[in-house]
T-cell receptor, first 115, second 115 residues
Framework: EAGVTQFPSHSVIEKGQTVTLRCDPI?????LYWYRRVMGKEIKFLLH????????ESGMPNNRFLAERTGGTYSTLKVQPAELEDSGVYFC?????????????FGPGTRLTVL | AQSVTQLGSHVSVSEGALVLLRCNYS??????LFWYVQYPNQGLQLLLK??????LVKGINGFEAEFKKSETSFHLTKPSAHMSDAAEYFC?????????????FGQGTELSVKP
């Protein structure tokens, strides 16, 4: 069974440009999470989808970030316009039923560099 | 606010020596606790999790962790380090009332294993 996949693995863009990150969760997993790790800091939660609905978006830093999960399958995270402080590694995770004992399976991450 | 503290951003041990990675949490309610490992160029992989059953939890690759409520700790140990254990380790907490069960991570501890 395929794990969580993320595309691209790396992205280098200039300040003011737009970038879209994609996450494909494990098939059948209704819960999809986005996290981010800024260099030298801890991994921080961004938002959580249950199927196509946003369950919790309390970690989204500002309105330059837009997450979607059309059809409840893959998800995209768009940053527009990108700022220097957006650089970091963006992780996606999925879980089957969202119970508190449920395991979140992580993808390899997308390393975003904003110049 | 809930938080997780990992003591030591970098730990170095000799091959065959005991591995001890420290994790303390702050929470007014019993948490669920997780240890994840990230090998180079890979996603986070679950090592083990505490979900209020046995306080001593055994995980993959010979790792185990003990939940100590009185010390608010969940330290990760392995009796004998292997070169393949070199990676970054993350402690995380999830509170039962967290909507959607987002994970709150510590800062991470990078483990080096010397021959």
């Amino acid at each position: 069974e395929a794990g969580v996949t993320q595309f691209p693995s790396h992205s280098v863009i200039e300040k003011g440009q737009t970038v879209t990150l994609r996450c494909d969760p494990i098939s059948g997993h209704d819960n999809l999470y986005w996290y981010r790790r800024v260099m030298g800091k801890e991994i921080k939660f961004l938002l959580h989808f249950v199927k196509e609905s946003k369950q919790d978006e309390s970690g989204m830093p500002n309105n330059r970030f837009l997450a979607e999960r059309t059809g409840g399958t893959y998800s995209t995270l768009k940053v527009q316009p990108a700022e220097l402080e957006d650089s970091g590694v963006y992780f996606c995770a999925s879980s089957q039923d969202g119970r508190f004992t449920d395991t979140q399976y992580f993808g390899p991450g997308t390393r975003l560099t904003v110049l | 606010a809930q938080s997780v503290t990992q003591l030591g951003s970098h730990v170095s041990v000799s091959e065959g020596a005991l591995v001890l990675l420290r994790c303390n949490y702050s929470s007014s309610v019993p948490p669920y606790l997780f240890w994840y490992v990230q090998y180079p160029n890979q996603g986070l992989q679950l090592l083990l999790k505490y979900t209020s059953a046995a306080t001593l939890v055994k995980g993959i690759n010979g790792f185990e962790a003990e939940f100590k409520k009185s010390e608010t700790s969940f330290h990760l140990t392995k009796p004998s380090a292997h070169m393949s254990d070199a990676a970054e380790y993350f402690c995380a907490v999830r509170l039962f009332y967290n909507q959607g069960g987002k994970l709150i991570f510590g800062q991470g501890t990078e483990l080096s294993v010397k021959p």
